[in-house]
DNA sequence: GTGGTCTAGACCACC
DNA sequence: GTGGTCTAGACCACG
């Protein structure tokens, strides 16, 4: 379910948790679904469980799952999100840099449109009743 | 002109790319002009100059400036962007992430596209006779 | 009766004896009363008969309640603390912890005075004559 | 500087970031004072670099101190707290918890006062001025 | 030199 | 069974 690239330059447990928003996100799994224990995990994607505990750790630190003593862990009920300065101002800073990536790729205004249009139906849903993302 | 901030987590280096990347982008500075050297950058980033240099080195692997031996560094008169396949799948890894951190931070498809376009804008320009990012 | 939160880092079995302590302090439960089985606990809270039964146990090593074998549990009629040495370093330990906390909330002397007030006015009673815990 | 005692049921990577906390509070060492490398640190205490890594981590999550890329690790400049509803909910509870252990002690509001103030002049300086923190 | 990541293997508390 | 903590030892990117 999960694709982990050992050669990848990201870490693995942050791969890890891509990997688990994306599939919460494409509601592959849902809230209250139990997620793999540690270990399983581990096994799953023959990586170390401590590697995956770090990733839940991170994941749970963001409310995007919680673990129940003894239980196992869980994808939260209510996430409910905090709109912060800080992460704003991350994210354009983020963007601004993708978007200088994507001067450089020799992209115009249409190119980056259209992949952007492409990778947020291709993460949110179709493109419902006409509201492209440009619109 | 390029601000650094050391507590960041993204490397010194890269700081410095992004910011000669954004001085080209928005023209401050041109094909052909001549950067600082290594030492003199170096002093005004108050950094080590080892660090200057691998962005330099990085910048002349990406044909966006080239150094003439004896002479200094310039920006490059003719970069040709090419779009190879590699990059454009870490682009696009790239863009799916910063979706999902939108996602998490509550953000909705119309306040995505505003974010965007601001970010568009102030980086490339005013918005450029009808020829929005989100037309 | 008792709030369980399993998602709480505080054990389950922990948050049990802090419910019947602060039962007992608020004297909604007495000296002499009998508290329900552990199975009847355990169903109540939605919970593992093991866990009713450590806090129990636990409990019951604190002097404050005590089993009469057949008859079941009851809350302890002669309670006698005694100030041990031990326990009272770890108290101040922990209120060190807590003030440090606050320190870092951003909390002043005055602040941190009246949520404590308020808390032990919340727990022991209406502020009886002239009593306060601040005077 | 930092007491860890190996024996106790809080975790060592907790008692590195309470005793760091403990420091600065009492301007042991202050803001841009560069802390022990996390190998220095081990040493010093004893124990293994990723556990002192953890800690470092924690308070560096916390905005308490900072890490300058290979530079190493200092205490934060500016630390400016933003008091959030949630922190302030478990900070009541803990306070409850201590209030409630405190009775277990038989000890009495005086008692707890006296305490109370004890160990908040032993943190947070000598009573200034005659401003009591019961006043 | 610095911190960040990963592994393998161990022990523990909790449910 | 679950996750949490710790160790010893290794490799890597960064400055």
């Given at each position: 379910m999960i694709?982990?690239?050992?050669?990848?330059?990201?870490?693995?447990?942050?791969?890890?948790?891509?990997?688990?928003?994306?599939?919460?996100?494409?509601e592959i799994i849902s809230p209250g679904d139990k997620l793999p224990s540690v270990r399983e995990?581990?096994?799953?994607?023959?990586?170390?469980?401590?590697?995956?505990?770090?990733?839940?750790?991170?994941?749970?630190?963001?409310?995007?799952?919680?673990?129940l003593r003894g239980k196992g862990t869980y994808v939260s009920m209510e996430y409910k999100p905090k709109l912060e300065e800080e992460k704003m101002l991350k994210f354009k800073k983020d963007l601004k840099k993708l978007l200088m990536d994507a001067h450089y790729m020799g992209l115009n205004e249409n190119q980056i449109n259209l992949i952007f249009k492409e990778v947020y139906v291709n993460l949110l849903g179709t493109d419902h009743e006409g509201g492209s993302i440009n619109e």
């Open positions: 694709n982990i690239d050992a050669r990848s330059s990201t870490p693995i447990y942050e791969q890890i948790i891509l990997g688990i928003k994306e599939l919460i996100i494409k995990m581990a096994n799953m994607l023959t990586t170390n469980p401590q590697t995956v505990s770090k990733a839940y750790n991170e994941l749970e630190r963001l409310n995007i799952i919680e673990t």
